[in-house]
Nanobody
Framework: VQLQAFGGGLVQAGGSLRLSCAAS????????MGWFRQAPGKEREFVAA???????LYADPVKGRFTISRDNSKNTVYLQMNSLKSEETAVYYC????????????????????WGQGTQVTVSS
């Protein structure tokens, strides 16, 4: 299983970015997907998740600003990030659920068994 995240970059505070994560190697539509982020010197933290059936879950700090979605025809999960803040500068990782057909989505990293390489998001103030 391979996950490739891309779409990161440099954006000013208040701006937007859309991250994408392309998956291959197993039946994408059967697995939930998650986004996590890790800032320098901090632990990896949950951002958002979407189940195989489309249920979503968000970390409190990003509710109302971030949207996770998936396109099963493209084996891709997206993270639309609006109104970005400087403190959200981090490497963003996508991950694939450990278990098929699991609902609801989960926020714990150990629920995910495959991880992408990460994409850097830098928000300038």
């Amino acid at each position: 299983v391979q996950l490739q995240a891309f779409g990161g970059g440099l954006v000013q505070a208040g701006g937007s970015l859309r991250l994408s994560c392309a998956a291959s190697g197993r039946t994408f539509s059967a697995y939930g997907m998650g986004w996590f982020r890790q800032a320098p010197g901090k632990e990896r933290e949950f951002v958002a998740a979407i189940s195989w059936s489309g249920s979503t879950l968000y970390a409190d700090p990003v509710k109302g600003r971030f949207t996770i979605s998936r396109d099963n025809s493209k084996n891709t999960v997206y993270l639309q990030m609006n109104s970005l803040k400087s403190e959200e500068t981090a490497v963003y990782y996508c991950a694939s659920d450990r278990v098929k057909f699991k609902t609801p989505p989960y926020r714990q990293p150990w629920e995910y068994d495959y991880w992408g390489q990460g994409t850097q998001v830098t928000v300038s103030s």
